[in-house]
């Protein structure tokens, strides 16, 4: 149990576009989501925490205007990547935790480049 | 602050020998300890975590940790390392129950190479 899913894996999108990330809870249902981003041979980052029906709470010096999340129902999350620009390649990584529970499970990740 | 110290930044061990993986934390009280692995192309998948009680914990594939308060430490142990574990290792930490920020703390990981 505790399957997280992301969609895609991989995207290319071209510099001014979006993309929207997609992060799902296969098997429960996920009071929280956390969206993290992840540099090569770094730590996560996290960029925002979103419960299910509200709006997200972004960290520090993440723009909130261009990394959109939607927590619309308790078992999918939306990332999306506005305006894209090539600093905003990265590995995208979402979490989730189950109510009343203290450990995330996490998908796989989504590859970003923008070109 | 808050914060995570992983202080092995690279570690290479030989297939059969014993692992350890150091964590210390700095926290106000005891939090929630948690040790994740990342393997290439796949996600973070939770290895063990601590909450309370018994101060050594397993988890999964045949690794235990054990949580020492005198050092603020909550390293990650495995007897016999197979070359499959080569991977990203996380520690991390969340606020006990009570706290206003739930979010986990993060290591900046220790990167296992197994050789054959």
């Known amino acids: 149990g505790a399957v997280v899913s992301q969609h895609p894996s991989w995207v290319i999108c071209k510099s001014g576009t979006s993309v929207k990330i997609e992060c799902r809870s296969l098997?429960?249902?996920?009071?929280?989501m956390f969206w993290y981003r992840q540099f090569p041979k770094q730590s996560l980052m996290l960029m925002a925490t979103?419960?299910?029906?509200?709006?997200?709470?972004?960290e520090q010096g993440v723009e909130k205007d261009k990394f959109l999340i939607n927590h619309a129902s308790l078992t999918l999350s939306t990332l999306t990547v506005t305006s894209a620009h090539p600093e905003d390649s990265s590995f995208y990584i979402c979490?989730?935790?189950?109510?009343?529970?203290?450990?995330?499970?996490f998908g796989p990740g989504t590859r970003l480049t923008v070109t | 602050a808050q914060s995570v110290t992983q202080p092995d930044i690279h570690i290479t061990v030989s297939e059969g020998a014993s692992l350890e993986l150091r964590c210390n934390y700095s926290y106000g009280a005891t939090p929630y300890l948690f040790w994740y692995v990342q393997s290439p192309g796949q996600g973070l998948q939770l290895l063990l975590k601590y909450f309370s009680g018994d101060t050594l914990v397993q988890g999964i594939k045949g690794f235990e940790a054990e949580f020492k308060r005198s050092q603020s430490s909550f390293n990650l142990r495995k007897p016999s390392v197979h070359w499959s574990d080569a991977a990203e290792y996380f520690c991390?930490?969340?606020?006990?129950?009570?706290?206003?920020?739930?979010?986990?703390?993060w290591g900046l990981g220790t990167s296992l190479a197994v050789n054959p």
């Open positions: 098997d429960f249902q996920a009071t929280t």
């Open positions: 991390a930490v969340a606020p006990p129950p009570g706290g206003n920020n739930r979010k986990l703390i």
């Open positions: 979103s419960n299910e029906g509200s709006k997200a709470t972004y």
């Open positions: 979490s989730a935790r189950k109510a009343g529970a203290h450990e995330q499970y």
